[in-house]
């Protein structure tokens, strides 16, 4: 069942986005010093260096974003399969009926519990401000993939510290074990 019981496959995640990013670095250098053989095949080749250069800015915030609402899922799923995971213990408990169904019981319906329910269910194991942090993390996500016009944006997550703060919860959630 669970898949994701450490925080490696969230770092190589993040060393792939922080590769993307450099790759975006090299195409504004191209961009600026006019190696214009570099840009061949791309859609950079006919646009002007302006425009390229807006297109490489919006690509960097969209790359950013987008890695937040990736790291996101990341964490929310390594909660939901820990806590599946603990719950299968629950299974072998005592009267064997009731824990049976208790069991299958929080393994079927974490997946829809509200993510603030989860990260709650965590506090005896994670510190109270990485756990709110995490929460603002959680807002930021939301407005990425859902842009109501009609709500304020939340506070920008980076990358960096996005991955910083979501790595930390889970080694301390795996050393907790």
Same mark, same amino acid.
């Given at each position: 069942?669970?898949?994701?019981?450490?925080? #490696?496959?969230? !770092?190589?995640?993040? /060393?792939?986005?922080?590769?993307? =990013?450099?790759?975006?670095?090299?195409?504004?250098?191209?961009?600026?010093? @006019?190696?214009?053989?570099?840009?061949?095949?791309?859609?950079?080749?006919?646009?002007? =260096?302006?425009?390229?250069?807006?297109?490489?800015?919006? /690509?960097?915030? %969209?790359? %950013?974003?987008?890695?937040?609402?990736?790291?996101? !899922?990341?964490? @929310?799923?390594?909660?939901?399969?820990? &806590? $599946?995971? =603990?719950?299968? /213990?629950?299974?072998?408990?005592?009267?064997?009926?009731?824990? $049976? @169904?208790?069991? !299958?019981?929080?393994?079927? #319906?974490? #997946?829809?519990?509200?993510?603030?329910?989860?990260?709650?269910?965590?506090?005896?194991?994670? @510190?109270? %401000?990485?756990?709110?942090?995490?929460? $603002?993390?959680?807002?930021?996500? %939301?407005?990425?993939?859902?842009?109501?016009?009609? =709500?304020?944006?939340?506070?920008?997550?980076?990358?960096?510290?996005?991955?910083?703060?979501? &790595?930390?919860?889970?080694?301390?959630?795996?050393? &907790?074990?």
């Amino acid at each position: 069942m669970p898949t994701c019981m450490s925080s #490696e496959p969230l !770092a190589e995640f993040f /060393a792939t986005h922080r590769r993307l =990013r450099d790759c975006l670095k090299i195409a504004r250098r191209a961009i600026d010093s @006019e190696k214009l053989d570099l840009l061949d095949g791309t859609d950079f080749i006919a646009a002007s =260096r302006q425009q390229a250069a807006e297109w490489i800015d919006q /690509a960097r915030k %969209d790359a %950013d974003d987008l890695a937040v609402v990736a790291l996101w !899922a990341w964490f @929310e799923r390594h909660l939901i399969e820990y &806590a $599946q995971l =603990r719950a299968e /213990a629950v299974g072998t408990s005592t009267p064997s009926a009731f824990a $049976q @169904e208790l069991k !299958a019981k929080v393994t079927n #319906e974490i #997946e829809y519990w509200r993510v603030d329910e989860i990260l709650d269910v965590f506090k005896s194991i994670i @510190e109270a %401000d990485q756990i709110g942090i995490a929460k $603002q993390v959680k807002k930021y996500r %939301d407005w990425i993939a859902h842009r109501n016009p009609n =709500r304020v944006p939340p506070a920008q997550t980076e990358p960096t510290s996005a991955y910083s703060l979501l &790595a930390a919860i889970i080694n301390a959630v795996e050393e &907790a074990k």
